[in-house]
């Protein structure tokens, strides 16, 4: 039998009314109570990038073949010496073509610059580079007098192949002896490629090689420039020069250094000299 009209909405007002009732949960014992509330987390500042970069670096005059005996095995050891110190960047003085092209195939997987490229007397001084740890950039050199001669100083840009940054290095070797006149002019000269390369952005430079006055070298380029001594300088005291142990000194910017050694290692007639610089973050 049909429901009345009257039935029916009652019916339906019943059903209205259970929809609209709220429902309470009945919670279950021992269950964790839940919670309806969200929380949004704000997302994490991202972390700034850590490009810092170290560098091992040294320089040694191994004495030319030229003047004495034995140059072929001086150069076979100082190959050796500046591979075992895990250098990444070198620079050689009084380098000979005999020496050059022992060195060469000593270290196969350096780099030199310049090599013979400059001529006889332009390649005295040479600069290697580790290529699995930097990649070459740019070379260059200036010239200036040695020994009545005029000669090229190079240098070369170079990138750290791990953060993609790079910096200068500059190989120094000024005259000896008497030629006060020689090593002021050259002086000069490698002041002016500094800070050219300096003007060139936020990289480091490094100059290392056989200054043959180390202390008036030293202050001069730290009275123009941001360089400071590798041996421990600080901006205040740029040159921590001791009195006596040689003519070759390493100076720098743009970096922090450590582990300076001098070592006697009776290959040549000059120390080795080695030095880290850690290159701190750009950002």
């Known amino acids: 039998m049909a429901p009345t009209p ?18 309470i949960a009945t919670p279950v014992a021992g269950a964790e109570p839940t919670s309806t509330e969200t929380t949004t987390e704000a997302p994490a500042a991202p972390a700034k990038p850590r490009n810092g970069y170290g560098l091992r670096l040294t320089t040694f ?33 009084e380098v000979a073509k005999d020496q050059l092209r022992q060195m060469q195939s000593v270290m196969p997987k350096y780099n030199f610059f310049p090599r013979r490229g400059l001529g006889t ?49 500059i190989a120094i070797h000024n005259a000896p002896g008497g030629q006060e006149h020689e090593r002021d002019v050259s002086t000069a000269a ?20 056989d200054v043959n006055e180390r202390e008036e070298f030293c202050q001069k380029v730290a009275a123009a420039t941001p360089l400071i001594s590798m041996n421990g300088g600080t901006d205040k005291r740029p040159c921590p020069v001791p009195r006596f142990g040689g003519p070759d000194w390493m100076l720098g910017s743009g970096a922090e250094f450590s582990d300076f050694e001098k070592d006697y290692n ?16 750009s950002n």
């Open 190 to 209: 490698e002041i002016k490629l500094i800070k050219k390369l300096l003007s060139r952005g936020d990289r480091p430079v490094f100059v290392i090689g």
């Open 6 to 23: 009257k039935a029916f909405a009652a019916a339906c007002a019943l059903t209205v009314s259970l929809a609209l009732t709220p429902v």
């Open 266 to 281: 009776g290959i040549s007639d000059h120390p080795a000299l080695t030095a880290r610089a850690w290159v701190p973050s």
């Open 61 to 93: 005059n191994i004495l030319s073949s030229s003047i004495a005996r034995g140059g072929i095995d001086r150069a076979t050891r100082a190959a050796r010496w500046v591979q075992d110190q895990g250098a990444d960047a070198a620079a050689f003085q």
């Open 121 to 169: 007397r332009g390649s005295a001084i040479q600069i290697a580079w580790n290529t699995t740890t930097v990649k070459q950039l740019e070379t260059g050199y200036i010239m200036r007098p040695f020994l009545g001669w005029s000669r090229p100083i190079p240098y070369v840009r170079l990138r750290d192949r791990e953060t993609g940054r790079g910096f200068w290095v």
